[in-house]
């Protein structure tokens, strides 16, 4: 291994000695520490230090960097406390994520790191939205993001290197290649050699540098840095290295042949540059063991004060408030009772044309959604408005524009995130249900982002544009969902949702689009979030519903001679209103629960199971239910009227009434 001392001086060094040291050493005693139970995982990156190491020290500590498994290096370099980083691993509440995650899953806006989930890929959409916000604050900033070469497989690799290409984003994308994916050789992951092969077909720089030379990744991503700073372009920056031990501890490292290891382990990073320093005479045994001991104090230390601290004691409310970033709505009202008529895709245009005019840190982004203006024309002349810097139109790549909205948000914007369909919306899904809807809840990071999600049928667009799929989102904590039926209420609560600095989900029904128009005020307003409405009021049962449902509703009631109910429009479906629900079936003592999407583990079952726990005696009938067939959506006119409950509907409340 041949260092390079050029341009550093010993106490560079020397500091960058220690720095390489520290993560080793750490790491040293919490393999000794899981053998005692005393954690109960590790991901050791022994072996892999001088990227890490590396990289955290050629950045500016107010860059954004984004770690994973593996890069502990990152946490010492960038001063984070040891007694914190030993409590996350304790899951203690003095850790990141008071308990609630493990190990490198977490982040510290404060040391300016973003932590990784699971699922390894999807971090590099959020590299994408911090350094698209650097971008538009013109700071002359880069962001580092690391993944490794088993990750490349999946889709996520892909889309944000290719946004991060399409819109010249200064993120270094370092990718450590240490041959294996848990156990599965490079050769059984992807046909070429090596990762730099990859920069061209991107039209990106590509980089190679042997990851275990310390001063070789110092040096190159120091370079790097400096020149997407001041000319934004993303850079590959392939970091050739081994792990030495499992994937994580239970693991092994059976399936690795011994004669690989054994020439990996000749090329030890800390050894190495340990051993190069000694021949220069920079350090000597004396310094050495003078390092050693401080560092080992220092751990001695954090573990001691992270020992003395118990484990968390349960508090129930306090779980349940930290789902989400606090706010306290405050409805806006109109500044003038000026009004005008309006289609419900016009109410939702106003809402984000007013939105971006009141939010300057506002974002939208969607797939032709800039000079085209949507499919629906929703954002028809906003490029002209307000330019394309916060009109952004996006490639075919949905879960790293969502991705991206987040990595926004973590910097300072805001953003609103079309899906052409809310179809599509399966591409992004798990960015929505792991990342926006579990990031504050895990480390305090909200997520302002809202996702638009044009659906439902009746229109005539078969199985891929016509699902009702809320109920998939229904079931995650941390996502708050809304579902207008009118314009009103559309304008409204879009501009609450943007107000808000939480995650929402926007569902907008396509067949109400040009359908539907209300009389609405011109200017700015907020309807609340959480509140119910009743559209019609009556004696012989409550219609429980939202959107389409509450249509279908009313033309039933005026259908049925001598009838009248409650109908009660939820509009907000997470957090739905169960007071409202409450008092509606408390008058009516009869209740139909109505919606679109398919019938079994719709939102309708668990609206039922709750009337059922808690207003049983008030009942006097089962609580109903009418939905779509549980089939995929049909195409043709009179299967897709089949599917739809509309016209089962009359005869069900019939028999509710007549129950």
Excluded at 215 to 243: C, G, N, W, Y
Aim: net charge negative.
């Amino acid at each position: 291994m041949r260092f390079k001392k050029a341009g550093y001086s010993n106490q560079e060094l020397l500091d960058l000695y220690e720095q390489i040291l520290r993560p080793r050493m750490i790491e040293e005693k919490m393999l000794i520490l899981l053998r005692q139970g005393k954690i109960s995982k590790w991901f050791s990156g022994i072996g892999q230090e001088a990227v890490s190491v590396g990289a955290v020290n050629a950045i500016a500590q107010d860059e954004f960097i984004l770690p994973m498994h593996r890069n502990l290096g990152v946490f010492t370099g960038r001063n984070v406390p040891y007694h914190r980083l030993f409590a996350q691993f304790q899951g203690k509440m003095s850790g990141f994520t008071k308990g609630r995650d493990r190990s490198f899953h977490f982040g510290t806006k404060e040391h300016h790191i973003v932590g990784m989930i699971s699922h390894l890929g999807p971090q590099m959409a959020l590299a994408d939205g911090i350094a698209l916000a650097n971008k538009l604050k013109a700071e002359n900033k880069a962001t580092l993001v690391f993944t490794g070469d088993g990750a490349s497989s999946e889709g996520d690799f892909h889309e944000a290197l290719n946004v991060a290409a399409v819109w010249d984003l200064p993120v270094i994308f370092v990718i450590e290649n240490n041959g294996y994916g848990l156990s599965t050789p490079s050769r059984e992951q992807y046909r070429f050699k090596y990762f730099v092969d990859k920069g061209p077909a991107y039209g990106i720089k590509a980089v190679q540098v042997d990851g275990n030379n310390i001063l070789e990744v110092h040096r190159t991503i120091k370079e790097l840095a400096e020149e997407i700073r001041q000319d934004p372009k993303p850079i590959i920056l392939e970091a050739m290295t081994f792990r030495m031990r499992g994937h994580e501890e239970a693991s092994g490292t059976k399936y690795v042949p011994k004669a690989l290891m054994e020439h990996w382990a000749k090329k030890d990073p800390v050894e190495n540059y340990e051993q190069y320093l000694i021949k220069q005479g920079v350090l000597d045994e004396a310094t050495i063991a003078e390092i050693r001991k401080k560092i080992k104090e220092d751990i001695d230390e954090g573990l001691e004060t992270a020992y003395a601290e118990p484990l968390p004691t349960v508090n129930q409310e306090q779980e349940l408030a930290d789902l989400f970033e606090p706010f306290e709505q405050e409805v806006i009202m109109p500044k003038t009772e000026t009004k005008s008529e309006r289609r419900l895709v016009d109410a939702i245009s106003d809402s984000l044309r007013q939105s971006m005019e009141k939010y300057s840190n506002l974002v939208i982004m969607g797939q032709d959604i800039g000079d085209y203006g949507g499919v629906f024309k929703i954002t028809e002349g906003f490029v002209d408005q307000f330019g394309r810097e916060r009109v952004r139109n996006t490639p075919l790549c949905e879960s790293a524009i969502i991705g991206t909205g987040l990595g926004l948000c973590i910097n300072g914007y805001k953003a609103v995130v079309e899906m052409q369909f809310a179809d599509f919306v399966t591409c992004g899904f798990n960015q929505i249900v792991n990342n926006l809807a579990k990031i504050h809840y895990r480390w305090g990071q909200n997520a302002d982002v809202v996702v638009r999600m044009p659906t439902g049928a009746g229109v005539g667009a078969g199985p891929f544009h016509s699902q009702s799929n809320e109920a998939w989102f229904f079931h995650t904590p941390g996502l708050k969902i809304l579902y207008p039926s009118n314009a009103h209420d559309a304008k409204g609560m879009l501009n609450a949702a943007i107000e808000d600095p939480n995650p929402y989900l926007f569902f907008e029904h396509k067949a109400l689009y040009r359908s539907h128009s209300q009389e609405i005020p011109v200017d700015y307003y907020t309807t609340p979030v959480g509140k119910a409405v009743l559209t019609e009021t009556g004696e012989d049962f409550s219609i429980i519903t939202y959107g389409m449902g509450v249509h279908w509703a009313k033309e039933a009631i005026n259908a049925l001679d001598g009838i009248s109910a409650d109908i009660l429009d939820l509009r907000t479906l997470l957090p739905w209103d169960k007071e409202s629900v409450e008092l509606s079936v408390k008058k009516t003592n009869k209740v139909l629960v109505l919606h679109e999407d398919t019938l079994i583990g719709g939102i309708g079952a668990e609206i039922s199971a709750w009337i059922s726990e808690h207003c049983f005696e008030h009942l006097d009938a089962p609580v109903m239910r009418e939905a779509s067939l549980d089939t995929p959506v049909p195409f043709t006119k009179p299967l897709e009227e089949n599917f739809l409950p509309q016209k089962r509907l009359i005869e069900k409340l019939k028999n509710l009434a007549a129950y």
